[in-house]
Nanobody, 115 residues
Framework: VVLMESGGGLVQPGGSMRLSCLASGSIWSFYYLGWYRQAPGKQRELVADITRSGTTRYADAVKGRFTISRDNDKRMVYLQMDSLKPEDTAVYYC??????????WGQGLEVTVAS
């Protein structure tokens, strides 16, 4: 499946942003959909993922601030990011996987949190 992200850019600290990801094919077979990020000079890390049944998992750094959701009919997965911090600056990747480890990755979106 090809994953196409949208919604990145520049946002001020404390602001909000929603990332969207459209899958080119059916995402029903992908049990996990998720978002990873890679900050400059750091390793890629899981931000959040969601199972087909709606069970979510979040990195400790984003719990309470980010919300992941999916719409299987529209072939979309979303990441609502609130109370953004400069340390959230990274390239964000949409992912899809049969298991917890992603099988497919999007191209990546730059998100910059700065005043």
């Amino acid at each position: 499946v090809v994953l196409m992200e949208s919604g990145g850019g520049l946002v001020q600290p404390g602001g909000s942003m929603r990332l969207s990801c459209l899958a080119s094919g059916s995402i029903w077979s992908f049990y996990y959909l998720g978002w990873y990020r890679q900050a400059p000079g750091k390793q890629r890390e899981l931000v959040a993922d969601i199972t087909r049944s709606g069970t979510t998992r979040y990195a400790d750094a984003v719990k309470g601030r980010f919300t992941i959701s999916r719409d299987n009919d529209k072939r979309m997965v979303y990441l609502q990011m609130d109370s953004l911090k400069p340390e959230d600056t990274a390239v964000y990747y949409c992912t899809a996987g049969v298991g917890a480890d992603p099988n497919d990755w999007g191209q990546g979106l730059e998100v910059t949190v700065a005043s």
